[in-house]
């Protein structure tokens, strides 16, 4: 049986290199993909991955059918065998609808990538589509890790390594910048605690942490 799978997890935790490997599978087995993204940070109509990866997509647009899209390209000798959408957090609510449609009534398999929740720790609409409608939801082994060296299960917003909760919910960016507007995969304690690595680094130097000499 066709179906939706959500492969969720944080940032920076593997869900485009799965997706570039499931897409190498099945290419060099001769079947052929239709492959979305959106905003990736590679640009448009792109699929990255941070090791290096990166293949060509159908970069998606606001009010875009999914479905229509698809019925469009096979009713014109078009092939796909299966489909894949990265960044799907990005995507609507109505073009979850419509990759469940493709499932369901084309029979293609959809597999969709994306981070479940936003800087503040809310769905993100399309992502909370996803958990609604997916036959599956599979989480990524490869864990990311908080500095603490707990699992990350959150993702931060930093400007200059500090955490952030205000902006909009949509920014598209990387972890690892120290300087500009960043991210940072954290567990949910220290999230809570909006305490990234380098406020970590500073608190523990701070001069109320720093052992009192001995008179
Ligand atoms: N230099 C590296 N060597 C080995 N693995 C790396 C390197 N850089 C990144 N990675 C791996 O790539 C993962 C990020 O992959 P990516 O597909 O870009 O993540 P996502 O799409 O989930 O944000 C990291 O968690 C890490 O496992
Ligand atoms: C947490 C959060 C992330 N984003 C953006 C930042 C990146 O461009 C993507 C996630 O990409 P990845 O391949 O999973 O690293 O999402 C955002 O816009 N808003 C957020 O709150």
Aim: a negative charge.
């Amino acid at each position: 049986m066709p179906e939706l799978v959500f492969f969720s997890g944080t940032m920076d935790c593997g869900k485009s290199t799965l997706a570039l490997q499931i897409e190498h599978n099945r290419s060099a087995r001769g079947l052929v993909g239709m492959i979305f993204t959106r905003d990736d940070r590679a640009g448009e109509g792109k699929l990255s991955s941070r090791l290096g990866l990166v293949t060509d997509a159908v970069e998606v647009e606001d009010g875009q059918d999914l479905y229509a899209y698809l019925v469009d390209h096979l009713s014109q000798g078009g092939r796909a065998d299966y489909v894949i959408a990265d960044e799907a957090q990005f995507l609507a609510p109505e073009q979850i609808d419509q990759l469940a449609r493709v499932v369901d009534d084309l029979s293609l398999d959809v597999y969709a990538f994306g981070i479940t929740t936003d800087f503040r720790s809310k769905l993100f609409p399309g992502s909370q589509r996803l958990v609604e409608l997916a036959d599956r939801v599979e989480v990524l082994q490869v864990e990311a890790l908080c500095w603490c060296g707990a699992r990350a299960t959150h993702n931060a917003r930093t400007i200059g390594g500090a955490m952030v909760v205000e902006g909009a919910q949509v920014v598209v960016g990387d972890v690892n910048q120290s300087e500009a507007i960043g991210y940072e995969v954290l567990c949910r304690r220290h999230h809570r605690r909006r305490m990234t690595a380098a406020t970590a680094r500073a608190a523990a130097l701070s001069p109320d942490v720093l052992p009192v000499p001995s008179a």
